[in-house]
């Protein structure tokens, strides 16, 4: 019964934790529905505690690991004089990591990540057709903009670009989908791709392109060692970092131009899919900002939680460089043992195993890659697929 209720907790959360976003889609004021499952999978591990299961001893240390870092950050901010719902505001999306013994006690075998990587591959295809249908819907004025507008914003999850398309927390389930399909899938899965490569791009995020460029430069230098496939992976980087702006700017041009049925627009703006100099220059603030504020001291465990930057009191927009900055060296240690946690399992894997393998050692290094850029290692989006992702490898990489 126990195990029963233990596996259909972990699919709901799963499917709420692809298709959920940052959490805030179904709430009831401040509680949200991955709250409670949330509590529910922290009951439900206690009950396998004391009915006599395991966890795993990795996943012991790690979550030994992980507290010491939660442990010196909330004393830094505590003594630094930091707020006290500051510091839980910095604090309350990582216990999310407190999930690990759960995952490990409901991935049991080489069937339950199969299942996974299914579940992750038709909720990314379920969300790209409704964000397909969405946009074909404002661009037939099926829909209008503003109703859906009215509509979306409230939530806190979207972000809009002009009246042409728009970005949802959770469309990085769109990149790892689309991994998990490439990889894992072996028949039917190019007109798969085509669809989930098609939203990846209308969502006009630098960000999402960039990340999933960076994991198949990983996938064929290291892992197939296809160099010249590699130097293509190189390329399209090169190009998103240097010439995505242009492109963009290209783009918003055009969709003026058409939108206003003049071939010199006198009042355009290159600004329709988002500005990126603004979003550029606020990400050069924060770390200008940082920089300014270290010291010796910060330097090694930080400022503390709870402690922001000018422009940035709570979260900033770059995972590392608040980890930095809050927890100094040791944040980032934490974080590099994780990622190495999840390499060792990975190189323990049989070749049997290595295509399911792949899948989530490059979805996990997909969350890595996009903090680059966006706050996903330490939320709850992009945490979950670490989490899964150190299960699932771990679980791969016995002995059956």
């Not at 907790?9 to 991955?34: H, N, T």
């Not at 709250?35 to 240390?61: C, D």
């Not at 792949?358 to 939320?379: E, G, H, K, P, R």
Request: one cysteine or more; charged letters at 15%; glycine letters at 8%.
């Amino acid at each position: 019964m126990l195990d029963k209720l233990t596996r259909w907790l972990f699919i709901i959360i799963l499917i709420e934790l692809v298709l959920g976003g940052g959490g805030r889609l179904i709430a009831v004021g401040p509680i949200s529905l991955r709250m409670v499952l949330f509590l529910l999978a922290i009951i439900i591990t206690g009950l396998h505690l004391l009915k006599g299961n395991k966890v795993n001893t990795k996943h012991v240390y790690l979550l030994f690991v992980f507290t010491g870092m939660l442990a010196i950050g909330t004393t830094v901010g505590l003594i630094t004089g930091a707020d006290k719902k500051l510091i839980w505001e910095d604090m309350k999306p990582l216990m999310f990591f407190y999930l690990l013994p759960f995952f490990g006690l409901a991935i049991k075998n080489e069937n339950d990540t199969a299942e996974i990587s299914k579940i992750i591959s038709v909720s990314g295809l379920v969300m790209a057709f409704a964000f397909l249908f969405v946009l074909l819907a404002l661009f037939t004025n099926a829909i209008k903009f503003i109703d859906f507008y009215n509509l979306a914003d409230p939530f806190g999850e979207f972000f809009f670009r002009g009246e042409y398309s728009f970005f949802y927390k959770g469309f990085i389930y769109l990149c790892i989908g689309f991994l998990f399909v490439h990889l894992s899938y072996k028949k039917n899965r190019w007109w798969l791709l085509i669809v989930l490569l098609t939203a990846i791009i209308l969502t006009f995020t630098r960000g999402l392109i960039l990340a999933i460029s960076l994991c198949y430069v990983v996938y064929y230098l290291f892992i197939k060692r296809f160099y010249v496939r590699t130097i293509i992976a190189c390329l399209a980087c090169g190009l998103i970092l240097f010439y995505a702006k242009t492109i963009y700017v290209t783009i918003s041009e055009k969709l003026y131009v058409s939108n206003s049925n003049t071939s010199t627009p006198s009042n355009y703006s290159d600004k329709l899919l988002g500005d990126r100099e603004y979003s550029d220059n606020v990400r050069i603030l924060q770390i200008k900002e940082v920089a300014f504020a270290t010291t010796i001291s910060s330097f090694v465990w930080g400022h503390g939680f709870g402690n922001g930057v000018a422009s940035r009191p709570v979260h900033m927009e770059i995972s590392y460089l608040e980890i930095f900055h809050k927890q100094g060296a040791i944040g980032i240690a934490c974080w590099a043992i994780i990622l190495l946690a999840l390499i060792a399992s990975y190189k323990n894997l049989s070749p049997l195993k290595s295509d399911l393998g792949d899948a989530y050692l490059l979805a996990a290094l997909f969350v890595f890659f996009q903090s680059l850029t966006n706050q996903y290692i330490n939320n709850p989006i992009g945490l979950g697929m670490i989490l899964l992702s150190l299960v699932s490898l771990d679980v791969l990489s016995k002995k059956q």
